[in-house]
Nanobody
């Protein structure tokens, strides 16, 4: 049984930092893309960052480039999202996700390619 368990969400003031963790278990070998999506109230879910777990290539949404960093610890089967310089517009529920790459690349991996979802963790940034 596949499980993606997020942790690390919470409330922080603008300019602060949080680190989200996603512990994965039971993932098939074919699930070589992992990433984070978020959904703010009244908005559609959007991609934030993704990583190729086989090669460690990373990709980011323009809105978080330079502020967020996605990384992995293969020994712990865990993916992290370090979020710095947080802004109120980063407030959302953050979801961990996993799926299969497109010919070995996660660059084009989007929500439609997600096979597994975590339960989500709330991030609230106050001004």
């Amino acid at each position: 049984q596949v499980q993606l368990v997020e942790s690390g969400g919470g409330s922080v003031q603008a300019g602060g930092s949080l680190r989200l963790s996603c512990a994965a278990s039971g993932l098939p070998y074919s699930s070589d893309c992992m990433g984070w999506f978020r959904q703010a109230p009244g908005k559609e879910r959007e991609g934030v960052a993704r990583i190729n777990t086989a090669g460690s290539s990373t990709y980011y949404a323009d809105s978080v480039k330079g502020r967020f960093t996605i990384s992995q610890d293969n020994a712990k089967n865990t993916v992290y999202l370090q979020m710095n310089s947080l802004k109120p517009e980063d407030t959302a529920i953050y979801y961990c996700a996993a799926g299969t790459s497109w010919f070995g690349s996660c660059q084009r991996w989007r929500q439609s390619g997600v096979t597994y979802w975590g339960q989500g963790t709330q991030v609230t940034v106050s001004s």
